[in-house]
């Protein structure tokens, strides 16, 4: 059959070359000797040198396996593509070439069944992950993350540079090697080593230039903004009003023209700035057939689009490879990571993005501006927010990390076909935390300093053992290893206030423990975590086409009683090559790879609190008696005594056991120009930790214990391939979908159902929480109040005498005390014209908590990408892009325009939709607020209104504040050039390439906010519920355009 496309090239002069025709014929002219290169992609390169007086030549090119014949990492060893049994998703080097802080964000849509998101674009914010939805209810969701060998917490410390590949083990067959720790995935980095015979140095950076001015939201102008306030005053008490009137300089409309005149100031264009980071990264390589060692050096500067923030990294790695004799060599790897970034101030009311949105648009009051103590109760006031702008240039919160982490390893092979491998490895780490908050207003410095120290300590022993058959028809080998892990910290933290205002920083923080300010001290030692395990795995081919995979595990951890201190996680796994059978010998003209994987396995999460089972203390309230029960000398001499903690121990407590069943189906068609899997999954994890009340006569409120099933159910689609192939141009497309559905199968009825997603103030509404835990939905499911929009003057009676309100017959009061109006009404009534009002679902005339419904879940279902790639000569373009269907977002923001409580209320968001709100109040002539009470003239005035009134002291969750997810995102396109080599080799430079890269470029999506992909609020309380896919003060998602260098000599 002709290789259509293959191209035939002079190996001297690669500008002399032709393509094949249909027919697999060519004709080339070239001189005696030369030396032709027949090359296709997906084939093997033939080479044919020229013999005079010779003019056919036959050319036979073989299939490149190289795809199957690949090696990935599946945990305490490597396999064939080919001979995979368990679901694993690869990521090679080249995927990873875009310009990002964090190499997880690079994994955004290239691994079926892994959905990585971007929840926030604070400076080297690491992306959630999960590994086909969420196994847990109250405990850690992320995957466990190894980098050559060694657990980390996440991939932040690691440089997308020094990477050779990352893989991820999704089902039991394959995580169920690592038992306790991996039941919501593994993600398996590997990092690049030296080649043999070869001396490189290269060098990659990039300089990049951020943006968020597309994130600004327009706020209110002066005149709408001083409706609203001064008509909130007025609502409240007339004190207030009139202070406000005083504070404004609106006594008698006094300044009605100035504010008219003025545009509002948006703090947010002050806070938000052009920003620019860099990365540069130097690696040198020598190898040779006795040693290989790579030394890597990378520092990334990440400054934030928002002002005085930024993150700093600097990376060192020394990997060496010694081979002492022909069965004994030694591995070093050691790596130091230094991180120190700068995030916002650190107040209880939010970040510097919600003060943006709440300090009033005014520049400068008119009035008397330094009458601010009489708005609400006390510290309640116009002011009571503050400029944005000072806290970012005044205020900031610090964190330094130091982590140092060394491997050792010895590979001894006492006889052929047997490897034994016995690695160390210690890691330490040194991080201190500074917070410093300016004494604004009436408030005083405050200092908080914390250091804190951890270390981890991992020991693991391997034997591989290749079986020999005297023939190709068996194939098997068996590993066996044992594993002992250990991991230490221990804090100290110091918080300290009221000093003078004087102080700026440095003097705060240098009198923190010699100034007679308030202050609080406190340490912790953690209780040593320590693990000891064994586990093997069992290979097995028969004819290279029937595969199977035993894994056992069998771990015992600290973190549960002795009782229940060990836990045992087998797995199975087979493979079918149908591709290989006989009876589809007619189809291998077309069909190159087919192949059917089916697995069952268990893992486990032993990422929890180690405390959860013993009993645990803290200081409590004062006594005459010591720790010791002994009776102090003097009667009124109180001391600090020891009391329970809340949560009351459970020795009774055991694992969390995820148990896996995989289908898969791997397939190759036309020589692998179009390949692909498709897989279905369905994984239960039950025996959930979950916090139960107790009887308050215990002395504790809750505990822990196992009485919950979760299960996700899902489809994973991922089709790749090349749609054109020719020797000077390429274009090939990647899609990838995936379909998961989260549903709890089981949940005790002591359990709390209902959780708090705290986006505003504790007086929300419903007042049990709007996030609900029930059997048969998903977590995440959230209940709101259904918006009907606002009462009207028709749903009421108007006395012109009394100027009272009252509701008609049938329609339900809203039962809310948080509502302030002047408009009169009924007594015990809460209902007025323009109040926000919602379904009376039960339909007992009542409106209350038991009229909240079901509104969906927070999670999308459906989320995946499809990329694109094109080569031409020297010439490189790819594109991906990333989308949601599904899902939906808590707009808080939206949500604390419209309440808040009457704390905050004159700190409430500012933003521009609000003048839109139904308002009972109008400007007059003279520049006065006027309260319009007769129905006639607020039906004129509000005829175009777009949203209820916004003056409550607290406010229900409406669905209208919970919009849909979906999107669609340009996440990266990239434009590369490769210097031809001929030209760079004359100047010893064996690889030249420059590139153009934007990220974020463009956004396809219904929601209103600024990110569809931010979730803020992941887990709420002391019980840890879960609340995704809250937007609450997020910091902004930056449009990146990068411009890089990739140079190797």
Not at 16 to 45: H, M, Q, W
Not at 677 to 706: C, F, H, R
Not at 946 to 960: A, C, E, Q, R
């Amino acid at each position: 059959m002709p290789v259509i496309g293959a191209s035939v090239i002079e190996q001297a002069n690669t500008s002399n070359g032709v393509v094949v025709d249909l027919d697999g014929k060519f004709s080339i002219t070239a001189p005696e000797g030369a030396v032709l290169v027949v090359s296709c992609i997906g084939y093997v390169d033939q080479e044919f040198t020229v013999v005079a007086g010779q003019s056919v030549y036959n050319v036979t090119l073989s299939e490149d396996n190289e795809m199957l014949e690949e090696t990935v990492v599946i945990g305490y060893g490597t396999a064939r593509v080919r001979d995979l049994t368990g679901s694993v998703a690869t990521v090679s080097s080249d995927d990873l070439e875009v310009p990002v802080a964090n190499v997880a964000e690079a994994l955004q849509g290239k691994m079926a069944g892994v959905v990585v998101s971007m929840n926030d674009g604070t400076p080297g914010a690491a992306p959630q992950i999960r590994v086909r939805g969420s196994k847990s209810i109250t405990q850690n969701n992320e995957p466990l993350y190894i980098v050559d060998g060694f657990p980390v917490d996440d991939l932040s410390s690691v440089p997308a540079d020094q990477i050779k590949s990352i893989n991820v083990l999704k089902d039991a067959a394959a995580t169920a090697i690592y038992g306790s720790r991996g039941a919501a995935g593994v993600v398996l980095v590997t990092t690049k080593s030296a080649l043999e015979g070869q001396t490189t140095v290269s060098y990659n950076g990039y300089v990049q230039i951020k943006d968020s001015s597309s994130n600004i939201q327009d706020v209110l102008q002066p005149l709408d903004y001083l409706k609203f306030t001064l008509g909130y005053a007025r609502d409240y008490n007339i004190a207030n009003y009139n202070n406000m009137l005083s504070y404004f300089g609106m006594n008698g409309g006094e300044h009605y023209s100035d504010y008219a005149a003025a545009t509002s100031h948006n703090y947010q264009e002050d806070l938000y700035k052009t920003a620019i980071a860099h990365s540069h990264n130097l690696t040198i390589t020598n190898g040779n057939e006795r040693s290989r060692t790579i030394f890597n050096l990378n520092y990334l500067y990440d400054d934030g689009t928002v002002i005085n923030t930024y993150y700093n990294r600097i990376n060192a790695s020394l990997k060496t490879q010694q081979k002492l004799n022909d069965r004994l060599n030694v591995e070093f790897n050691i790596s130091y990571a230094y991180v120190n970034n700068r995030g916002g101030y650190g107040r209880s009311s939010g970040s510097l993005t919600a003060q943006a949105y709440r300090w009033r648009p005014i520049d400068n009051p008119m009035g008397d501006v330094s009458n601010i103590a009489g708005f609400g109760n006390g510290s309640s006031s116009v002011d009571s927010s503050y400029n944005p702008v000072d806290l970012a240039w005044n205020e900031a919160n610090n964190r330094y990390s130091h982590r140092f982490q060394g491997i050792a390893a010895v590979n001894w092979n006492p006889i052929d076909d047997l490897t034994l491998r016995s690695e160390i490895g210690l890691q330490k780490s040194f991080s201190k935390y500074e917070r410093y908050n300016a004494g604004f207003g009436n408030e005083t410095n405050r200092a908080y300093l914390s250091r804190g120290e951890s270390g981890d300590l991992h020991w693991t022993t391997t034997a591989s053992y290749q079986i020999p058959f005297e023939s190709d028809i068996h194939r098997a080998d068996i590993m066996i290893g044992n594993e002992v892990i250990s991991d230490f910290g221990e804090s100290m933290s110091f918080d300290a206030y009221e000093f003078p205002t004087s102080f700026d920083r440095d003097h705060t923080f240098a009198f923190m423990n010699q100034f007679t300010q308030t202050s609080t001290f406190d340490t912790s030692y953690d209780v040593p975590n320590r693990s000891l395990s064994f586990f093997t795995r069992i290979n097995y081919s028969l004819y290279d086409k029937y595969l199977l995979t035993l894994t056992f595990r069998a771990d015992g951890s600290s973190k549960f009683a002795p009782n229940n201190r060990w836990g045992y996680f087998p797995a199975a796994a087979f493979a079918w090559r149908l591709s290989d059978e006989e009876f589809m010998a007619p189809a291998q003209d077309w069909l190159s790879n087919l192949k059917v994987r089916l697995s069952w396995g268990m893992s486990g999460s032993d990422a929890i609190n180690a405390n959860l089972w013993r009993e645990t203390w803290q200081l409590g309230g004062n006594t005459k008696y010591t720790i010791s029960d002994s009776r102090e000398n003097t009667e009124n001499d109180f001391g600090q005594a020891y009391a329970p903690q809340g949560m009351m121990q459970n020795p009774n407590l055991k694992w969390e056991t995820t148990i896996s069943r995989n289908l898969g189906i791997d397939f190759g068609f036309f020589d692998e120009r179009l390949y692909g899997t498709i897989e279905g999954y369905w994984t239960t994890t039950k025996d959930l930790l979950m916090p139960v009340a107790v009887n308050a006569s215990t002395g504790y409120s809750y505990q822990y214990q196992n009485m919950g099933t979760v299960a996700n159910t899902g489809l994973e689609l991922s089709i790749g391939g090349d749609i054109v192939r020719t020797s000077d141009f390429t274009l090939s497309a990647n899609f990838i979908y995936n379909y998961n559905v989260n549903k709890i199968i089981d949940l005790a009825e002591s359990v709390a159902v209902n959780t708090y997603g705290q986006w505003a103030s504790s007086e929300g509404a419903p007042t049990t929480g709007e996030f609900t835990l029930q059997e048969g939905m998903a977590i995440g499911t959230i209940r709101a109040y259904k918006y009907l929009g606002w009462y009207t003057t028709d749903d009421f009676t108007y006395d012109p005498t009394t100027g009272v309100y009252t509701l008609r017959p049938g329609v339900p009061d809203i039962n809310f005390d948080s509502y302030w109006t002047s408009l009169g009404r009924a007594a015990n009534q809460t209902a007025f014209p323009g109040a926000a009002k919602w379904a009376d679902i039960d339909e007992d005339g009542v409106l209350s908590e038991q009229d909240t419904y079901i509104v969906g879940e927070m999670t999308p279902r459906s989320t995946g990408s499809f990329n694109l790639s094109a080569r031409w000569k020297n010439w490189d373009l790819s594109a991906n892009f990333n989308y949601v269907i599904g899902g939906m977002i808590m707009n808080t923001e939206a949500l604390y325009s419209s309440y808040g409580s009457k704390d905050n209320r004159f700190g409430s968001n500012r933003l521009s939709f609000v003048s839109g709100a139904y308002s009972p109040y109008r400007w007059t002539s003279d520049g006065t607020l006027e309260l319009v009470t007769d129905p006639d003239e607020l039906d004129a005035m509000n005829a175009n209104a777009t949203m209820h009134t916004p003056t409550s002291m607290k406010g229900p969750l409406f669905d209208k504040y919970l919009e849909d997810a979906s999107y669609l995102r340009l996440k990266s396109l990239t434009l590369g050039y490769t210097i031809p080599r001929d030209l760079t080799r004359k100047i010893g430079i064996q690889n030249l390439r420059v590139y153009f890269t934007g990220t974020n470029l463009w956004t396809l999506t219904g929601y209103t906010g600024l990110n569809p992909e931010v979730n803020t609020s992941r887990t709420s309380g002391s019980y840890n519920f879960p609340t995704p896919g809250i937007d609450r003060n997020a910091y902004p998602l930056a449009i990146a355009y990068t411009i890089g260098l990739n140079v190797t000599f």
